[in-house]
């Protein structure tokens, strides 16, 4: 048994809680949010953000930072991306040496264009970072549903004890040591399922959501290639199998956001009646930004931030994407 601290109450931590209870393991589950930490304690259920997941009373819930922080073996990093960088600089003065902290969030900051396990690294350097990325919606493993997930470290002897401390009858976990390219498939997905939710919100089909998953694959490797990740971990679980069942999950923030903005609502609009923090529209900008500094073409998440940021009319834009010059499929 280990004692695991997961910081960040919402569908995701409260989901990866569960999964680490079953698992044998001493939980502790903490909000920045006081009456989060109320309505948990009472109700054992976030019936706002992973209804029907009953939370078993052997989950400790706290609003206490540094008590959660005092002795875990490990501790899961799960708020939003906007709110890692604030959070672990919370974090940092009870961290110990070498405490192992997995991040389970996904996204790229805008303003420095640095990845949250290299955030969370700045803001903790005594700290191991690692991060956990896959196809896993949080409705499904909150409801115990087969997936598999990948880790990466710094040292495989940290990601297998971490490896061991995730992995279920129902949630099986694989390591790597491309942690970038974990990272980066794990964020620029977000922006590609805003185009396909788009796409489906403009009442296309299929063929329209499997050219977009297919080249929106390609725009994501040849960019993680171009500053230093491996090609294969794309075609991984943190790259396509992220990818697949982000632009295609009835679960899935971005796709829901996308869908409404192809429907005819702004950005703002959209956000606001998904009700939760839509990872794509924070990631946008920093993929558009990436893409001009490692000098790699990548016109869907151009047309997607043209869409989000600049008012340009979302059939437009994919007109623009079908009418662009002839070339080979590779280059």
Not at 94 to 118: H, S
Not at 133 to 139: F, L, R, V
Not at 249 to 263: F, P
Request: hydrophobic share 40%.
């Amino acid at each position: 048994m280990a004692r695991i601290s997961v910081l960040g109450a919402g569908s995701w931590g409260t989901a990866l809680s569960l999964l680490l209870c079953n698992n044998g393991h001493q939980v502790t589950l903490w909000s920045a949010l006081p009456e989060e930490v109320q309505m948990l304690q009472e109700k054992r259920e976030h019936a706002a953000k992973l209804p029907g997941v009953h939370l078993p009373e052997e989950i400790c819930i706290t609003g206490d930072l540094e008590g959660s922080l005092a002795a875990p073996d490990a501790c899961v990093l799960a708020v939003p991306s906007p709110f890692t960088r604030s959070t672990a600089a919370s974090m940092a003065p009870y961290v110990k040496d070498g405490q192992k902290i997995v991040n389970v969030a996904k996204g790229i900051e805008e303003a420095t264009l640095m990845t949250l396990v290299e955030i969370i690294e700045q803001e903790i350097p005594n700290a191991d970072v690692s991060v956990l990325s896959g196809p896993s919606h949080a409705e499904e493993v909150g409801r115990g549903l087969p997936t598999t997930c990948v880790i990466s470290s710094h040292s495989s002897e940290t990601a297998e004890f971490l490896q061991k401390i995730f992995m279920s009858p129902v949630f099986r976990v694989y390591t790597t040591e491309d942690m970038l390219g974990v990272e980066l498939g794990g964020s620029l997905k977000n922006v590609i399922a805003l185009a396909a939710g788009t796409a489906d919100g403009l009442g296309y089909g299929d063929n329209t959501k499997a050219a977009l998953i297919t080249r929106g694959l390609y725009e994501i490797t040849r960019l993680a290639a171009a500053m230093g990740a491996k090609e294969q971990t794309l075609y991984g679980l943190s790259g396509i199998g992220d990818l697949i069942v982000t632009c295609a999950s009835r679960h899935s923030r971005n796709r829901k956001a996308g869908y409404l903005i192809g429907q005819g609502y702004s950005m703002e609009e959209a956000m606001a009646e998904v009700k939760m923090v839509v990872e794509g529209v924070y990631s946008a900008k920093a993929a558009r930004r990436l893409a001009e500094k490692y000098h790699v073409e990548m016109p869907i998440i151009n047309e997607v931030n043209k869409i989000l940021f600049e008012g340009k009319n979302a059939r437009e834009a994919v007109m623009d994407l079908m009418q662009r010059a002839m070339k080979p499929e590779t280059a």
